[in-house]
């Protein structure tokens, strides 16, 4: 099970909500989806999650246990403000403050790991936070557990839908080659 590291955690919050201050609807479901498929695509393409939180099974998707106790710390800290709804814009909002530039690479985030959240940053950030909470009742890790209960980070290996015919003769192509399929029985190495 991979280890929660506060501080990337929070670094993380900072880093996006810094560069999503443009979108006047990115509020805390699409905050709480970016970090999910940063740390979940990580997860996938690296072997490793950015920052290791726990996240559950909430009703508008995937929510990180950790989010609301990151922004109380990086509110009283200074870095953060929370901009409550307004007729300007629907949701509440984290914005950092002067004193709330994200050192990403001071907590050991990676380049590459800084790639999967710019590139969910942008697949999210002009989408309307209910077609995101849509989309993200679509992961099957978020299908596979009931509410409330923690989404497993080796879900980023589940297909998201049934594999099609010729994906299936394919993958049976390439396992007879290598020996894996004799006739349809499977061998074991």
Same mark, same amino acid.
């Given at each position: ?7 990337? +955690?929070?670094?993380?919050? !900072? ?10 609807? +990115? ?7 970016? !970090? ?8 996938? &393409? !690296? ?9 559950? *099974? ?11 106790? @990151?922004?109380? !710390?990086?509110? =009283? @800290?200074?870095?953060?403000? &929370?901009?409550?709804? =307004?007729? /300007? ?11 709330? /530039? ?28 209910? @077609?995101? =909470? ?20 080796? =879900? ?8 099609? *015919? *010729?994906?299936? &003769?394919? @993958? ?14 499977? &061998?074991?190495?």
């Amino acid at each position: 099970m991979p280890r929660y590291d506060a501080k990337r +955690f929070e670094e993380l919050v !900072l880093y996006i909500a810094s560069r999503t201050t443009d979108d006047l609807e +990115f509020g805390r479901t699409k905050l709480a989806k970016a !970090l999910f498929y940063s740390d979940v695509e990580s997860f996938r &393409q !690296l072997g490793v999650p950015i920052t290791g939180a726990r996240y559950v *099974n909430w009703k508008h998707g995937p929510f990180p246990k950790r989010l609301r106790a @990151a922004t109380r !710390l990086l509110q =009283s @800290a200074g870095r953060i403000e &929370q901009i409550p709804p =307004s007729e /300007k814009y629907e949701p509440e909002r984290l914005v950092p403050t002067v004193a709330g /530039k994200p050192d990403l690479p001071g907590v050991g985030i990676t380049p590459e790991q800084i790639e999967i959240v710019d590139a969910w940053i942008e697949r999210i950030r002009h989408e309307p936070a209910r @077609a995101i =909470s849509d989309l993200s009742h679509q992961h099957p890790g978020y299908a596979m557990v009931g509410r409330d209960e923690e989404i497993p980070y080796e =879900s980023a290996f589940l297909a998201e839908r049934p594999p099609t *015919n *010729n994906e299936v &003769q394919e @993958a049976r192509r390439i396992a007879k080659e290598r020996g894996w399929l004799v006739g349809d029985k499977w &061998q074991r190495t």
